[in-house]
């Protein structure tokens, strides 16, 4: 590999009202940044186990992280080619 880039993907979690909310925020070395988030919440007949809650918020922000940043490229691409663009995972 010629040349190595680092992006930085920071978890951050919280609870509130019963809820587990998780912010996934991606930092690119140019400045850039976005966020995902997701959120998990107890069923009142399963078992209580915070960790299963953190597990499911922060799945969930790392998808919305991940939808997000392919749709910033789609527009990208979009800006350059002047076509419109639709990428899938």
């Given amino acids: 590999m010629d040349v ?3 992006w930085r ?4 979690l919280g ?22 988030v997701g959120r998990a ?3 009142p007949n399963d ?9 499911i918020a922060v799945a ?3 998808t919305d992280l991940g939808h997000r940043l392919l ?4 527009q990208d691409i979009e800006q350059v080619t002047s076509k ?4 899938t995972h």
Avoid: C, S
């Avoid at 993907?9 to 951050?12: G, H, K, L, S, T």
């Avoid at 078992?47 to 597990?55: A, K, L, T, V």
């Avoid at 749709?71 to 789609?74: D, F, H, K, Q």
């Fill in 15 to 36: 609870e509130h009202d019963g809820q587990t909310y998780a912010e996934a925020r991606l930092h690119t070395e140019l400045g850039d940044h976005l966020l995902g």
């Fill in 41 to 43: 919440r107890l069923n």
């Fill in 71 to 74: 749709i910033t490229a789609a």
């Fill in 47 to 55: 078992y209580d186990i915070p960790e299963i809650g953190d597990e």
């Fill in 60 to 62: 969930r922000a790392l």
């Fill in 84 to 87: 419109p663009v639709r990428l």
């Fill in 9 to 12: 993907v920071e978890v951050f």
């Fill in 4 to 6: 190595m880039k680092r």
